[in-house]
């Protein structure tokens, strides 16, 4: 209180004016932690209408009747071949894709349906009969029949087909096309296994329904086989008569040629002169060869014929020989023996001599060998010359005879080949006939069964928990969206921040809500010292009030609000209390149409105030009560209109009196929305506080009532936000400063 005012005129406008230009910088940009606590002080709300969404969802679901799927897996086996190998198949397929794909939509087809239908006996059945189905609530068409609408408009009733009753036949065709509808069938990945999927209300008709579907497709494939097995084995009867008679008629041809051409065994013949061709054509190979060796032999032996004998034993024929080669042994071991004995004794030795004979001997062997070997020769080239011509001799003639046979054999071969070829298909016939006959009643499917279905433990649909968790998710995105609307609607002041930038008028106070306490106990709550966070607020009021004092007194101070309820009668009265202790003080209640004074202090219910003093029925100091050093001037009873007394001009001289006797005057103002009572009270006062209920009043209207009382001039000072609750503040993100900046409305 010491402080001077002087040093808060130094802060001008700009610290305002930075206020708004940060404000609205920040209006361009997202404040997701804004967005957060909106959403995180709307956290209840948001769980109760996300259990709602959920026991609507659950509610909803229990209505629905549950679906279960039977699963069937098949393998689809390649295509195998016929059962005639030898018969020229025209596939129009391109390959096992499309094959793939053609089992896919026969299992799919209307004949499978009705199978099952017909099996299961569908059209009976409790679940699947339409006849035994419940009817829904609401069918229009009978509705409408039972109106009966051709006794009162003959033209409408001619409009309404009339319901005929459904025949077996139109029953068995709903309930196969039911079935149909409900059947999916699909590719287990990229392999060669179908999943038939049936869905039905019961569990083990869908597992039945499923299985009956496969096994009529095995069925079905069975019956083809068996139908083509025996369209085959009727052809190929028909087709064996006439190949017989092929083959008698060939063999005929046949035996009527061996008997024009007298042929026995011409096939052995055939064989046998052909051997002996073969025979004498390798025989006169050899001797050919034989005779060209002969001759050479024979041309080395004639060109050396005068020759010595080393030449001639140095021929290679001759040289082979193996006398001659061991008397060429013989004469070289003499020759050497001489030679060694010619070194060692005279030429007249004995021994000498001895060698010399033995070697004369040895020559002479020699000699006579090569001769027979050179004679042999001669002879062995004699004879391979007439064992040759010999050969060719018999060669040529039975060559002539070969070719002979051959043309024969040729025109008999060609009847053979016809009686063979007439028999082998006449024999595969008759063994693919007996084959086709012993495996006609084979299972020759391509599919089987690999995973049978069973009845299934949990329904398919309606997917409860993943509904359920959607509806959650659902339910609380839009609990979100209504707490981000219910936000962004909900126009009314939370913050201080948001008082200052909507209303460009300075905050005084931040006054926190006080509960647990009566209508009394708050009157006197700065009094009693019960509540130190508010008291503390009351003495931030009074110190603003102090300080403004000291340029321009606000002797006449006006406590006014919006709307009723928004607590201004508490804050004037505790204003008063604490501007009590420091000054005199009076607490005058103007609201004349809703008094309250005289409640909170239990003062008598026909104790006269301000209207009698206005209305001259009453004197001033009859009016005035003490409650400790605060002096009160109830509302008193009233007679005229209120208006009509604040408009009295013995309001300003009441006013002026009051001055001389009290340092300051609080009055308790009506609400400024309703009545102009607070419009004409303002006139007169020197500052008007205007109080605001946190999260209560819209902004429009107190904005509305301001440019209303600054249009006429009136001195408002300032705001209060009152009844603000700290604690929730503080938990969802809000925050209030106790310290005011805004001092340069000080010099205004």
């Known amino acids: 209180m010491d402080n001077s005012p002087s040093i808060y005129v130094e802060r001008p406008l700009q610290s305002h004016l930075s206020q708004h230009q940060l404000y609205s910088e920040e209006k361009d940009t997202i404040d997701l932690l804004k967005y957060w606590r909106v959403i995180w002080r709307a956290r209840w709300k948001i769980g109760w209408v996300t259990l709602l969404g959920c026991a609507l969802a659950m509610t909803t679901l229990s209505f629905i009747p549950s679906q279960y799927i039977g699963s069937t897996t098949l393998l689809i086996k390649e295509k195998t071949p016929p059962l005639l190998a030898f018969q020229q198949v025209t596939d129009s397929s391109s390959g096992t894709v499309d094959y793939l794909q053609t089992q896919l939509a026969l299992l799919q087809s209307r004949d499978l349906a009705e199978r099952a239908v017909k099996k299961l006996n569908l059209t009976t059945n409790p679940v699947t009969d339409p006849r035994q189905q419940p009817e829904p609530w609401f069918t229009p ?49 990229k392999s060669q296994l179908i999943n038939i999927e049936v ?61 024009a051409q007298g042929l026995v065994d011409v096939d052995g013949v055939a064989t046998i002169s052909a051997n002996e061709l073969e025979m004498t054509g390798n025989r006169m190979i050899d001797a050919r060869r034989n005779l060209a060796e002969a001759e050479s032999q024979y041309r080395q032996v004639q060109a050396l014929s005068n020759g010595d004998l ?38 007249k030795h004995p021994t000498l001599i001895a060698a010399r004979a033995e070697l004369r001997m040895a020559t002479d062997s020699l000699r006579l060998q090569v001769q027979q070997v050179v004679a042999g020769i001669e002879h062995g080239y004699q004879l391979s010359q007439a064992n040759e011509s010999s050969l060719r001799k018999s060669f040529n003639s039975n060559k002539a005879q070969i070719q002979e046979i051959s043309r024969k054999e040729f025109q008999l071969r060609e009847y053979q ?89 300075p905050l005084l106070s931040v006054v926190p809500l006080v509960t647990k306490k009566s209508r009394r106990q708050l009157a006197r709550l700065f009094d009693d010292n019960d509540h130190p966070r508010f008291c503390e607020t009351i003495r931030n009021l009074r110190t603003w009030l102090m ?37 005199r003080v009076l607490l005058i209640d103007a609201d004349m149409r809703k008094p309250s004074l005289s409640l909170n202090f239990d003062f008598p219910a026909d104790s006269p105030g301000l209207a009698n003093v206005l209305a001259g029925t009453a004197r001033l100091e009859d009016c005035i009560r003490s409650v400790g050093n605060l002096d009160m001037l109830p509302a008193g009873k009233l007679s005229p209109p209120p208006l009509d007394l604040l408009s009295s001009p013995r309001l300003a001289p009441l006013l002026e009196a009051l001055k001389s006797r009290y340092q300051r005057i609080i009055i308790d103002s009506p609400p400024a929305q309703a009545v102009s009572d607070a419009l004409l009270l303002a006139k007169h ?64």
């Open 141 to 189: 068409r009978k509705w409408l029949a039972s109106l009966d609408p051709g006794q009162w408009l003959p033209a409408l009733g001619l409009l309404i087909p009339v319901q005929e009753t459904p025949s077996e036949t139109d029953i068995f065709n709903e309930v196969t096309q039911n079935l149909m509808q409900r059947t999916n069938v699909k590719f287990v990945g």
């Open 199 to 259: 869905e039905q209300p019961d569990p083990g008709l869908a597992a039945a329904t499923a299985n009956a579907i496969a096994q009529g497709f095995i069925d079905s494939q069975l019956d083809n086989s068996l139908k083509s097995s025996q369209t085959s084995t009727s052809w190929m009867n028909s087709r064996l008569i006439e190949l017989r008679n092929n083959l008698r008629t060939a063999e005929n041809k046949l035996q009527a040629y061996r008997e």
């Open 310 to 347: 080393s030449k001639l034993s140095s021929v290679p024929a001759v040289l082979s020989n193996p006398l001659v080669q061991k008397f060429q042994a013989q004469q070289a071991k003499a020759q050497a023996k001489v030679e060694e004995l010619s070194g060692r004794y005279g030429p």
């Open 417 to 505: 080949r016809e009686v063979d070829s007439s028999r082998a298909l006449y024999e595969t016939f008759i063994t693919r006939l007996k084959e086709t006959a012993a495996t006609s009643d084979m299972d020759s499917t391509k599919a089987r069964i690999v995973d049978p279905a069973i009845a299934p433990l949990e329904p398919s649909k309606p997917r409860k928990k993943l509904i359920m968790a959607i509806v959650a998710v659902v339910s609380a995105l839009f609990g979100v969206v209504l707490a981000l609307l219910s936000e962004t609607l909900n126009k009314t002041f939370k913050t201080d921040e948001a008082v200052e930038n909507a209303l460009n008028v």
């Open 547 to 583: 300080l403004h004092s000291g340029e321009m007194p606000a002797r006449v101070v006006l406590v006014a609000s919006t709307m009723a309820d928004e607590g201004k009668s508490t804050i004037a009265n505790n204003l008063a209390y604490s501007l009590a202790k420091l000054e």
């Open 685 to 748: 006062s020197d500052a008007v506080i205007y109080v605001i209920k946190a999260e209560s009043t819209p902004v429009s209207q107190v904005q509305k009532c301001l440019a209303i009382l600054q249009q006429s001039h009136a001195p408002v000072f300032g705001v209060v936000l009152n009844q603000v609750d700290l604690r929730k503040a503080r938990k969802h993100g809000y925050s209030h400063s106790d310290t005011f900046q805004n001092y340069d409305y000080m010099t205004r």
